[in-house]
């Protein structure tokens, strides 16, 4: 699945990148979109997609995603060399007068699928949140919601995607109180200087029966307060541990490890992972910090954000 997915969202790009490229070439690219999809595994329902198990949802995620990631970092490859250079300024300057949009395919899956995605709402949402010189991380779409960002291509307006015949949204589903839960959700950040203009890199985990995921974010802030998306080097992990039942405890038998899953690119705005835990039912958390991730801008020391459920 994961593979059918990448594979069609990647093809076109193939074509787009450049040898002896023009900087005609680098602006026409980046209003290049993905061609349509052909998804065997997925189907649309009363308004939503249909997948026939956890396994590929899981994998449709990560397909969605290396789809924008590998975007991006062709793109930014074409842009250093045509303009001579890897000056983190001087490309992110490009990306904003070339309009480039890093989460083009996100659309274009929607498009090819025939549906609304929450993504479409989120992104609107991010840009007015971006255009407002007062707005907290806590205001910020993609962290007030259980959707992370590429997640959200997935599901429709109301939350909604249906998964092996059952509707699964995050926003319904059983939250536990007291010593475990079947889902929680954290985020973070840490402002910091570079090049003499002020940055912040903003991490969230979240967590539910059927998976564990942490992104990462880079954002400029302006002289007025308003942001933008930065490109740069970028790092996300998560990992941890989490229990079958709240009765048995913390004992061997009782005990899902989750090995820690990383990601380090040399050019994005937005990372994530995503850790199957094969169950959507009885897997639970343990109290307290069972569940770690990091966060963090690479060129810069000390732009880090660590969570932990």
Same mark, same amino acid.
């Given at each position: ?6 594979? =069609? ?6 074509? =787009?990148? /450049? ?6 070439? @680098? ?15 997925? $189907? ?31 793109? @930014? ?6 303009? %001579? !250079? ?22 274009? /899956? ?11 709402? &989120? ?21 007030? !919601?259980?959707?992370? *960002?590429?997640?959200?291509? #997935?599901?429709? @307006?109301? %939350? ?7 509707? /699964?949204?995050?926003? +319904? ?30 991490? +969230?985990?979240? !967590? *539910?029966?059927?998976? #564990? ?6 954002? !400029?802030? &302006? ?14 992990? =998560? %990992? ?7 009765? $048995? %405890? ?14 380090? *690119? ?38 880090? @954000?660590?969570? $932990?459920?």
């Amino acid at each position: 699945m994961k593979k059918i997915i990448f594979l =069609a969202l990647t093809a076109v790009f193939t074509s =787009a990148i /450049f040898t002896g490229c023009e900087k005609d070439d @680098v602006k026409n690219w980046s209003n290049q979109t993905t061609e349509s999809l052909n998804l065997k595994n997925v $189907a649309m329902s009363n308004g939503m997609l249909e997948f026939p198990s956890w396994e590929s949802y899981i994998a449709a995620v990560e397909a969605i995603g290396e789809a924008c990631e590998e975007r991006t970092q062709n793109y @930014v490859d074409s842009l250093i060399k045509v303009l %001579g !250079t890897d000056d983190d300024e001087i490309l992110n300057d490009a990306i904003q007068k070339n309009e480039f949009n890093p989460f083009q395919p996100l659309h274009d /899956f929607a498009n090819s699928m025939g549906f609304t995605s929450m993504y479409a709402v &989120r992104e609107d949402l991010e840009k007015e949140w971006m255009e407002d010189p007062n707005s907290t991380v806590e205001d910020n779409p993609f962290m007030n !919601t259980e959707l992370e *960002r590429y997640q959200s291509a #997935l599901h429709n @307006v109301n %939350g909604d995607v249906k998964i092996a015949g059952e509707i /699964f949204n995050p926003d +319904k589903c059983i939250n536990n109180s007291g010593d475990c839960k079947r889902k929680d959700n954290g985020y973070g950040e840490k402002q910091f200087t570079y090049k003499n203009k002020n940055r912040m890199v903003v991490g +969230k985990i979240s !967590t *539910r029966s059927a998976y #564990l995921s942490a992104s990462t974010t880079l954002y !400029t802030i &302006r002289d007025n307060g308003t942001k933008l998306l930065w490109t740069s080097g970028i790092h996300v992990a =998560a %990992g941890g541990k989490k229990w079958y039942t709240c009765d $048995a %405890g913390d004992v061997p038998y009782n005990i899902l490890h989750l090995d820690e899953k990383i990601k380090d *690119r040399m050019a994005l705005c937005h990372t994530s992972v995503i850790i199957s835990t094969n169950s959507f039912l009885c897997v639970i958390i343990p109290y307290p910090a069972s569940l770690l991730s990091s966060h963090a801008a690479t060129k810069v020391n000390g732009a880090y @954000v660590n969570l $932990a459920l």
